[in-house]
């Protein structure tokens, strides 16, 4: 069987049982048993190449002693072992020696929840997962990465929309376009699932990752955090499957909820890509955490104040944000006046409507700035629609061969001998002071359609309809002479 029908069969199994309400409840469910499985795979990895490997978990709460047998527990005595044993065991799993694989099960389990109320389902659940999931077979992996993929679209179906997942065609060429390499620091301050950072370790392996040495630190320069139970999860058997084998740097925290300069020389990083949630807003207090000119409630402007923050002197980020950032005012502009000051905001891709089709219609752009500025001039890149497209969608969505315009166009490293086209021009630093702020540049190679005023509209309508009229009553009478005439 396919991982795919794996999958399949196991929500079809889950819909049978009372305790589970909705596809987000299903795939929450699902996913914590996946991370068992997965570990415990990868444990079976770790026990081959490592002499004196020793499990964080103590033996029965291991998947190989209390799932992985067909014939095992099952019924009440499955169902009751989960919560009153396993779930209070992983959620205060102590961490002997400093095992850093402890910390990461204990924050992965803290706020996960086994809906499920039978457990003759479970125990049918898990037998599809036992036989239908091996990752220690290196197809199978690729495979289960491929669906894993699949899994965060589902999430996103289910109604949690793009605090969760980011296209892969995005966030492939933010990743490119930044470019992060082995020596750096990368961070995605609201990780998600974790599409970023596994774009981000799937460039670094391909570009520098040689040797052993080359490997391990690779997995020490990847940092992530985020708020919400569900994506954590996510996001670290995310990291997981991405050979990331101790993801204690993804954390379980709200990022805004440290005052801003707390964040130390120490903790700054080379890099920083990611999509922070808009349009929400903060809970009261967080603001104060920032200086009384940026403070806020609006999620995405803190986390644009934050990432200034936390850049290194010449590190580089690409931002995910909406066009009301762009010609937002107030505390948009502050937040903009620091930008243009304080980074090099080279570029910005405006994104047409329907990249997050159909959970959101808000127009997006992607904004790439370098630590270190100020800003001198800001190029700006439409991205077209390809031909026969009015919008995208889920069956037709934006394809990462589409940003082949951009890339060429880019200039490499140094963005050097870029040209103005059809799709691109350039703004000066002073111009967007001028005009207070307002980032919103419309193409200037687009004709622009002028709807003019409303009132004069009408009246030019009703002159036309006068004059069909008019002529109908002319050839209505010519008619009636003709035919009077025969």
Known sequence: MSISSTIKSIQDIMRKDVGVDGDAQRLSQLVWMLFLKIFDDRESEWELLQDKYKSPLPEKYRWRNWAANAEGMTGDELKQFLDNDLFPALQNLEAKGGDQRAYVIRSVFEDAYNYMKSGQLIRQVINKIQEGVDFNKAQERHLFGDMYEQLLRDLQAAGNAGEFYTPRAVTEFMVQMVNPRLSEKVMDPACGTGG???????HIRKQDVKTLEDEAQLQGSIFGIEKKPMPHLLCTTNMILHGIDVPSNIRHDNTLARPLISWGPSERVDVVITNPPFGGM??????????????????ADLFLVLIMQILKPGGRAAVVLP??????????????????EECNLHTIVRLPKGVFAPYTSIATNLLFFEKGGPTKDIWFYEHPYPDGYKSYSRSKPLDVKEFAHERSWWGGLERNSRITTNHAWKISADDIVKSGYNLDSKNPHTVQIDHQDPIQLLGEYQEIAHQISSIQEELKAELIVALGSR
């Not at 970023?196 to 799937?202: K, N, P």
């Not at 603001?287 to 806020?296: K, Q, S």
Request: charged share 35%; with cysteine.
């Open 323 to 340: 066009d009301g950032f762009l010609f937002g005012e107030g505390i948009k502009s502050r937040v903009k006046e620091k930008l243009l």
């Open 282 to 299: 903060e809970e009261d207090g967080i603001e104060t955490n920032f200086p009384t000119a940026f403070r806020t409630r609006e999620t």
């Open 196 to 202: 970023f950072l596994s774009c981000s370790i799937e």
